[in-house]
T-cell receptor
């Protein structure tokens, strides 16, 4: 299993500013994933982050808007840049653990409100 | 790419009744179908999953069925309890680059009334 800690758990930010979300895992993992969950909606994958290389972004998401760092095998950050009210969402960090059972684990999420 | 549709969007049942949530997927290459439960203020948590070489899987009150030909899979919860109230998401994926890229359904908000 994996325990994922995200910081902050919630924040209210002014438009035009940036917020960096931290994700800490209690075990070493190759891939970390960042999702966005808009209010009352499903989860959409933003990007996958592999340690030591640039993140791979999904269609509709760009590095300038959502820069990601992955300095080691247990930590990653997602920055939401130049925020607008449309960025108000829950952002979730996830890892996949392979063992007897392959399972994705999620952090509790960061609830972001942009005003 | 993969597209997952989930129905219903909301489901209200009486305690003790059964609840069924259905999903369809589009990509025949998908071979892994997990179900997640998300409670308020928490991240999704895996409750059951099924792979394409299996037609049905059961874990206590929860079961999942898969019809590969029709490209649909369903979650069945029997003897529902108030603590089953949550949002449930289905997902579909195939292994790519060593990991599962999960495509989620829109979610079902389940309310179990005492």
């Amino acid at each position: 299993s994996a325990v994922i800690s995200q910081k902050p758990s919630r924040d209210i930010c002014q438009r035009g500013t940036s917020l960096t979300i931290q994700c800490q895992v209690d075990s070493q993992v190759t891939m970390m994933f960042w999702y966005r969950q808009q209010p009352g909606q499903s989860l959409t994958l933003i990007a996958t982050a592999n340690q030591g290389s640039e993140a791979t972004y999904e269609s509709g998401f760009v590095i300038d808007k959502f820069p990601i760092s992955r300095p080691n095998l247990t930590f990653s950050t997602l920055t939401v840049s130049n925020m607008s009210p449309e960025d108000s969402s829950i952002y979730l960090c996830s890892v996949e653990i392979h063992g007897a059972r392959t399972e994705a684990f999620f952090g509790q999420g960061t609830r972001l409100t942009v005003v | 790419g993969e597209n997952v549709e989930q129905h219903p969007s909301t489901l209200s049942v009486q305690e003790g009744d059964s609840a069924v949530i259905k999903c369809t997927y589009s990509d025949s290459a998908s071979n892994y179908f997990p179900w997640y439960k998300q409670e308020l203020g928490k991240g999704p948590q895996l409750i059951i999953d099924i792979r394409s070489n299996v037609g049905e899987k059961k874990d206590q009150r929860i079961a999942v069925t898969l019809n590969k030909t029709a490209k649909h899979f369903s979650l069945h919860i029997t003897e529902t309890q108030p603590e089953d109230s949550a949002v449930y998401f289905c997902a579909a994926s195939s292994l790519s680059g060593g990991y599962n890229k999960l495509i989620f359904g829109a979610g079902t908000r389940l309310a179990v009334h005492p």
